[in-house]
């Protein structure tokens, strides 16, 4: 038997008919497919590598770990450390809640709407 590893820093999943842009968070829907995030406890698979449109294999490639720029409503230096949730497929909150869990955590404060996010 062949042993297969890959480092699960980027995967790749099937997205059916869902379209996704590059830079989007991605999660699961309820047919098991990767599809542009939305706030609510659904299955977080990371950051998307790449738009849907165009692909000829229906998967989509997803990093995993890393630490990416998003957008928030506002942020303060004092936010620095705190979780953060999705909010919507290109923007987080640190409203953290059973309905709403965390995704990673702010590394980095840009700007008063961007924040730099390590992926958990």
């Given at each position: 038997m062949t042993f297969l590893r890959q480092d699960g820093d980027l995967?790749?999943?099937?997205?059916g008919?869902?379209?996704i842009n590059r830079g989007q968070l991605v999660t699961v829907d309820a047919a098991?497919?990767?599809k542009a995030a939305e706030a609510g406890a659904k299955p977080f698979?990371?950051?998307?590598?790449?738009?849907?449109?165009?692909?000829?294999?229906?998967?989509v490639r997803v990093y995993r770990t890393?630490?990416?720029q998003l957008?928030?409503?506002?942020?303060?230096?004092?936010?620095l450390g705190k979780a953060v949730a999705?909010?919507?497929?290109?923007?987080?909150?640190?409203?953290v809640s059973g309905t709403a869990p965390a995704i990673g955590q702010i590394v980095e404060v840009i700007d008063n709407k961007t924040v730099g996010v390590r992926l958990s």
């Open positions: 995967i790749s999943a099937p997205f008919g869902n379209v098991g497919n990767a698979l990371g950051v998307a590598m790449e738009n849907t449109g165009g692909l000829i294999k229906n998967e890393g630490v990416f957008a928030i409503d506002a942020v303060a230096a004092a936010d999705i909010a919507t497929s290109d923007k987080v909150t640190t409203t």
